[in-house]
């Protein structure tokens, strides 16, 4: 693996749609959106992020509408200080630290 690849790492998000969250493209698309699976990328080195691509879907599964960009087409953006983004960055920085609540949520279940 070259040294590029490991500066940025790739990793998909599900976001529920709760309180008009996509209210703009459901108007847009004339459809309801229940949730959308997006594709980000992780700059680790310049501290910044992009969705490189994204389903939407209703509450069937079925799809809504999708997309992916080129690499030319993305804009990246600055990672934002005390954010979610910040949070989600820190956590794809670090893996072990992901790993490492994913073995406590594990843990709370079987108490």
Known sequence: MDKCS???????????????????????????????????????TKKSLVV???????????????YTFKDYELTWNPVVPDSKGEFWFELIKRPRYLKRM????????NY
């Open 6 to 44: 490991l500066m940025k790492k790739a990793y998909w998000m599900k976001t529920i749609n709760h309180d008009g969250l996509y209210k703009n493209e459901e108007t847009i698309l004339k459809k309801k959106i229940a949730y959308c699976n997006n594709q980000w990328i992780a700059d680790i």
């Open 52 to 66: 490189k691509s994204g389903t939407s879907y209703d509450e069937n599964g079925n799809v809504v509408s999708s």
């Open 102 to 109: 994913y073995k406590e949520q594990l843990m709370q279940q």
